[in-house]
């Protein structure tokens, strides 16, 4: 099969991503969101991710999302006292979603439209934290490429952080006869291609777009951190999932795998 170029891989993302918003709608976890999202408090940030922004420091502070899906997570930072939140996502139908949570919500953040690789001007050099959360570098055809950009929206002295699946996770297949063996190479170039929709914990896949999961190594991540100018402050890896109920079974292994992984890095001053 041939390979996407990395803006047809893009597209048929951003294709495969608003195809699946409706089903995402169309669940439980939709409506608790709904009836929860009021809440002057509101969080759904785990507590691994909740403290490492409580160190780094959100509250009083200027914060980007970086693929911000519905805005859940976004809006989850007024819970530690942002000053203002702006979530970015090139999928205008996940957009719509976090307006209509925004609307119900008691705080104001703003949602834009864009691709991370063509981000508008008005946000250069302009927050003090870029986050990042589980399921984004995975879409990224370039993950250094990416955190270039992820860079150009902190001011000098601002924080990226990163809470994600560990690529490691990525060698094994949890849908296989033997999910514990590994069933492709850490190593793999070119990306899983995907035929259905995307859905996370307790949704059905059902036929949808073609889209391209990248794998990129721990040490392709911490190299595009460098070549972004941005020096590393912070690694950590955990032996507990961020991702789908699916991956709860590399829970709790006489062998553990590392699972997911934060970090941190800081635009230097120039």
């Known amino acids: 099969m041939d390979m996407p170029s990395a803006q047809q891989a ?6 495969a991503w608003d195809a699946s918003a409706t089903l995402h709608k169309d669940s439980p976890h939709w409506s ?15 507590p691994t991710i909740t403290a490492l922004l409580q160190e780094v420091g959100v509250a ?18 007024f819970a530690l006292g942002a000053r203002s939140v702006v979530g970015v996502d090139q999928s205008r139908a996940f957009l ?6 925004a609307d119900i919500s008691p705080h104001n953040p703003t949602f834009i439209e864009a691709d991370i690789h063509h981000l508008p001007e008005g946000l250069q050099g302009r927050f003090d934290v870029a986050l990042v959360t589980i399921g984004v570098l995975g879409w990224m055809p370039d993950v250094a490429l990416f955190m270039r950009h992820a860079a150009s929206t902190l001011k000098p002295g601002g924080t990226l952080v990163i809470y994600e699946t560990h690529p490691f996770l990525e060698v094994f297949d949890p849908r296989s006869a033997n999910p514990l063996l590994p069933d492709s190479s850490y190593f793999q170039r ?4 995907l035929q ?4 996370y914990e307790g949704l059905d896949e059902v036929p949808g777009p073609t889209s391209y999961w990248y794998v990129h190594t721990l ?5 595009g951190l460098v070549s972004a100018q941005l020096q590393i402050d912070h690694l950590r890896e955990y032996p507990h999932s961020n991702r789908e109920e699916l991956y709860d079974q590399y829970e709790h292994q006489p062998a553990q795998l590392p699972l997911c992984f934060t970090l941190t890095a800081t635009k230097r001053a120039v």
């Open 60 to 77: 009083g502070r200027d914060v980007v999302q970086l693929c911000c899906n519905n805005g859940r997570e976004s809006l989850s930072l």
């Open 32 to 46: 608790a969101l709904l009836a929860s999202i009021a809440r002057a408090d509101f969080s759904c940030l785990d």
């Open 96 to 101: 719509q979603q976090a307006r209509e949570l």
């Open 190 to 193: 070119d990306p899983f291609v």
């Open 196 to 199: 259905e929709s995307i859905v």
């Open 10 to 15: 893009i597209a048929s993302n951003k294709d």
């Open 219 to 223: 040490g392709s991540i911490v190299s």
